[in-house]
């Protein structure tokens, strides 16, 4: 192990290299299952109770099985999982960033194998593993979306655990920021399991949820979130840890699980004994870690032999111990109440806040747009010209997902929030976004300039502007007399750093300087300017991606929401007038703050 955490990760993904030399005489093709389409009543949350669609409390126990690593041991391990009395069995999956993607017809398969013995399912993507970048995260939001007809209808026998220990790092606002997005938008998308939030610091710093995790709750409409900490070495290091964490997370007033544990990791002992008898005098649930086919050094965590069973001493630990699944597993109840039939859900609820929202700036007006809210019968648009409001709205009963705000004065700041309705009532306003109305910009010559956002998460720790040089002139530019202006706002005193990621010119032949700004919305810009070595762009030509990126030398975050130059809406070139050219000391391009 490299450290504490990486481990978690390389004892996982190593397993990956030697599923591809591991062939099962075991696996038998399971029928797919068509998806019910029309969602049911399922798991729901009260209080720290975690309760099932027959409404009896539901305590998991149960394994996890690496599943992505060894697609063709399903059909062996799945009864031998079964056999050991758990109810459950948390599902590694990929989206396909970083192993070969489950689709939809093999998670179908998953879960109706599960079914057939009785298993709740807990689903998990397992790509995500310790990133930081919220585009990691979004990208099993996708994934999840792109397979929900295997989830809608199955929210009484299918758990969702959004990514496996994503957000590396021992901190909260990261974390707590990109969960606040994640959550609303697989809402939106109508996937309405039971959604599992893993704790940041790769699981094992739950100060996250001591400390931010009711405000990640509380972003979902449906209140159907429960929280995992993963205990090893440091989260279950010990008796005290252990219940003091167990303890620290349900005084939020939501349920957590420990949604995988070992008896022993490389960086020192952890304490199964009292995870598994705090959490049963605590009604907590938890997924031992794991089935089979762990390695680099942490065989020791196989619970069997291999997927057939055959447990190993972890294994008799985890099943025949005084605590184990043997003892204290209760299968659920839409397994055991006689008769039991999945009752549609048909209760309307209240949707989401839009998410995505976006303001582009005109001449005397600004152009909205957001993202679809599921569930949504209309939007309300509300406009301030002070940051946080009050609000005035401008415009209801909207059907559709974009509006003109016109008739606007340029050179002041608007600020703006978006609402959604239906039935059962009206969501929180949207995140508030920014626009200052300009005159049109008319170029002073042949250069534009064009900028797209690489980085659209206006609260992470990098900005990424990308810029493109347009010459529409009929005579060639040198880049030595050009040089950019990209405006924004510090958050902080930080001194800052700045690298070009790629840039077809090169990187090399671009420089970069910090200076100070004044006007709306910016305090700073990041000027580029360009050496010989740069070449000069053709007449009707470009001068290609020049990609950005600019952070705080402490790698805290900054918060773009409100910077002058910044636009998440435009994620692919356009010409922009928040972002200046100078060519030999004169602006040819753009309105400075």
């Known amino acids: 192990m490299m450290n504490g955490q990486a481990l978690v990760r390389f004892r996982k993904q190593i397993a990956a290299i030697l599923a591809l030399v591991m062939i099962s005489a075991y696996y038998t093709p399971v029928s797919p299952v068509s998806a019910a389409g029309v969602p049911v009543k399922g798991f729901y949350v009260s209080g720290t109770t975690l309760y099932d669609a027959t409404?009896?409390?539901?305590?998991?126990?149960g394994v996890n099985h690496a599943h992505t690593w060894y697609k063709n041991d399903l059909a062996a391990a799945i009864p031998a999982i079964a056999a050991t009395g758990s109810n459950t069995v948390r599902i590694v999956l990929s989206n396909g960033v970083q192993w070969t993607r489950d689709d939809l017809a093999s998670v179908q398969n998953i879960i109706a194998l599960c079914e057939q013995y009785k298993l709740i399912a807990m689903l998990e993507v397992h790509d995500a593993t310790g990133s930081d970048n919220a585009s990691a995260l979004n990208g099993a939001v996708d994934y999840w979306i792109s397979i929900k007809d295997a989830l809608i209808g199955k929210e009484d026998r299918v758990i969702v655990n959004i990514a496996n220990e994503w957000h590396g790092s021992w901190g909260t606002?990261?974390?707590?920021?990109?969960?606040?997005?994640?959550?609303?938008?697989?809402?939106?998308?109508?996937?309405?399991?039971?959604?599992?939030?893993?704790a940041a610091g790769w699981g094992q710093y739950p100060t996250s949820i001591f400390t931010s995790g009711l405000s990640v709750f509380n972003t979902d409409t449906l209140r159907n979130t429960i929280f995992s900490i993963h205990m090893y070495e440091y989260a279950g290091g010990n008796a005290a840890t252990v219940q003091s964490n167990i303890d620290n997370a349900l005084a939020i007033g939501v349920p957590v699980i420990i949604g995988e544990f070992g008896h022993l990791h490389s960086g020192g002992d952890v304490d199964e004994a009292t995870i598994m008898s705090y959490s049963q005098q605590k009604g907590v649930g938890w997924l031992a870690w794991s089935w089979y086919g762990n390695s680099g050094g942490v065989e020791y965590l196989d619970l069997a032999n291999g997927p057939g069973g055959g447990l190993k001493p972890w294994g008799e630990t985890v099943v025949n111990g005084t605590y184990g699944t043997k003892a204290t597993s209760q299968l659920n109840g839409i397994y055991t109440t006689p008769g039991y039939q999945p009752v549609p859900d048909t209760t309307v609820t209240v949707p989401s806040a839009p998410a995505g929202l976006a303001a582009t700036a005109g001449n005397a007006q600004a152009a909205l747009s957001w993202s679809v809210s599921a569930g949504a019968a209309s939007y309300t648009v509300k406009r301030s010209t002070t940051s946080g409001g009050p609000y005035t709205t401008i415009a209801t009963g909207l059907s559709g997902t974009s509006y003109t705000d016109t008739g606007l004065t340029n050179g002041t700041t608007y600020y703006y929030v978006v609402s959604a309705t239906n039935s059962a009532g009206s969501s929180a306003n949207s995140a508030q976004v920014s626009a200052l109305p300009q005159t049109t910009t008319t170029p002073t010559g042949n250069l534009v300039l064009q900028y797209k956002a690489g980085d659209t998460n206006a609260t992470d720790n990098q900005i990424k502007p990308f810029f493109n040089i347009k010459n529409n002139g009929?005579?060639?530019?040198?880049?030595?007399?050009?040089?950019?202006?990209?405006y924004f706002t510090k958050d902080g005193n930080q001194a800052l750093d700045s690298w070009i990621d790629w840039a077809q010119v090169g990187g090399a032949n671009i420089q970069r300087t910090f200076g100070s700004a004044s006007g709306t919305n910016a305090d700073t810009y990041v000027e580029l300017t360009f050496t010989s070595g740069a070449g000069s762009i053709p007449a009707g030509g470009q001068s290609g991606d020049i990609q950005l990126r600019i952070s705080k030398t402490d790698w805290t975050n900054f918060n773009e929401a409100n910077d002058y130059s910044f636009d998440p809406g435009k994620t692919s070139y356009a010409d922009w007038s928040k972002v200046t050219l100078y060519q030999n000391g004169a602006k040819v391009w753009g309105t400075e703050p």
């Open 173 to 198: 606002t990261g974390w707590a920021s990109a969960y606040q997005a994640a959550i609303p938008a697989l809402r939106n998308a109508g996937i309405k399991n039971t959604l599992v939030v893993d």
């Open 55 to 61: 409404g009896k409390p539901f305590v998991m126990r």
């Open 474 to 486: 009929t005579s060639a530019v040198s880049l030595s007399q050009l040089k950019i202006r990209y």
